[in-house]
């Protein structure tokens, strides 16, 4: 087996894993339900499926043979590759498994979210979850009461039901430790392929259009910073609570990495730098007016969470079909 037919076998198994986890939430919820909740969560399923395996393939075609041999035979470089690997591996495990743990509608549960058989005397809790549900969107959307009041309320119902704090998130279920395994798994390997990419350029191994092609796969896998707080806007009604969540400084820190190669390269027009400019430019604007003006997020995320799967399909399509216009118009020439 050739290193591209290793390449393709690896992005394989990376978008199966995901597609298990969609078929175990289907198998407990249903498929609608399933697949809609699949297409709001892009943060975890989308990084999964799509982004994790596409990123793989970039790098096993566009990575040079004998790259990594020569690195490793340089003992300075040798000892720099085993450092940065090993901090961003562990910082992406570590993130994974407090991730995993927390969850991440861990103050607004769907009703899918609680087993009932971790729920004493409550046998209808799905039930009664989505009738509080829907109470939680009418009193956000007729402004009745402030969406961090509707949202706190909400969360004392449903403790009060359950009988316990918070921690009736950590589940027993096949399902929820696949999906805990699922996290830690796709940070750790994301976490590799920015301490590869990042070493080498460092070591000042690669040459310059190599360069250009792995910073294009750093930008993707940066793109998981808007999937992910879209996952946290819907599933927390709009509460998107940027300095809670140690997602943003992970992949603040890989767009960081992306604008300092462009540094090496003395090419701040290139589109990656634009692109990151703009992406920290619309987190500053969206943190402001979550900061100042809640409502309106909060009466976004309730329009958007109603949108089915086949709905959500059509918005992302429209979405890769404009990035990938944008990337071909600006990219520049070798």
Not at 187 to 206: P, S
Not at 321 to 326: F, K, N, P, Q, R
Request: net charge positive; charged share 15%.
């Amino acid at each position: 087996m050739n290193r591209r037919q290793a390449g393709a076998v690896l992005a394989t198994a990376t978008g199966a894993l995901g597609l298990i986890d969609l078929a175990l939430v289907c198998r407990q919820i249903g498929i609608q339900e399933g697949l809609t909740c699949a297409a709001h969560d892009p943060g975890k399923f989308f990084f999964h499926v799509v982004l994790l395996p596409i990123a793989v393939l970039a790098l096993t075609f566009s990575f040079p043979v004998g790259v990594l041999e020569r690195v490793w035979s340089d003992r300075r470089k040798r000892m720099a590759l085993v450092v940065v690997a090993t901090a961003l591996i562990s910082s992406a495990a570590i993130y994974g498994g407090s991730d995993a743990v927390r969850g991440f509608e861990r103050r607004a549960p769907w009703p899918a979210d609680v087993r009932k058989s971790i729920v004493a005397g409550a046998l209808d809790a799905p039930t009664y979850l989505a009738r509080e549900r829907a109470l939680l969107r009418a009193e956000v959307r007729a402004k009745s009461k402030h969406p961090s009041v509707a949202r706190a309320e909400y969360t004392q119902r449903v403790e009060a039901l359950l009988g316990v704090e918070r921690d009736y998130w950590s589940q027993s279920s096949f399902r929820a430790k696949w999906a805990g395994g699922l996290t830690i798994l796709g940070a750790t390997f994301a976490g590799v392929i920015l301490a590869t990419i990042g070493v080498l350029v460092l070591a000042r191994a690669l040459e310059r259009e190599t360069v250009r092609a792995l910073s294009l796969i750093v930008m993707l896998l940066s793109t998981w910073l808007l999937f992910r707080g879209y996952s946290e806007w819907w599933g927390n009604l709009g509460e998107l609570s940027f300095g809670t969540y140690t997602p943003f400084v992970i992949v603040g820190i890989a767009i960081g990495v992306a604008t300092f190669f462009l540094w090496l390269l003395h090419e701040w027009k290139h589109p990656i730098a634009v692109a990151a400019g703009t992406l920290g430019a619309g987190v500053a604007v969206v943190a402001g007016i979550e900061k100042f003006k809640p409502e309106w997020v909060a009466a976004v995320a309730i329009a958007v969470s109603d949108y089915s799967w086949s709905e959500m399909l059509v918005i992302y399509t429209a979405l890769g079909l404009c990035s990938a216009g944008l990337v071909y118009l600006l990219w520049p020439d070798s």
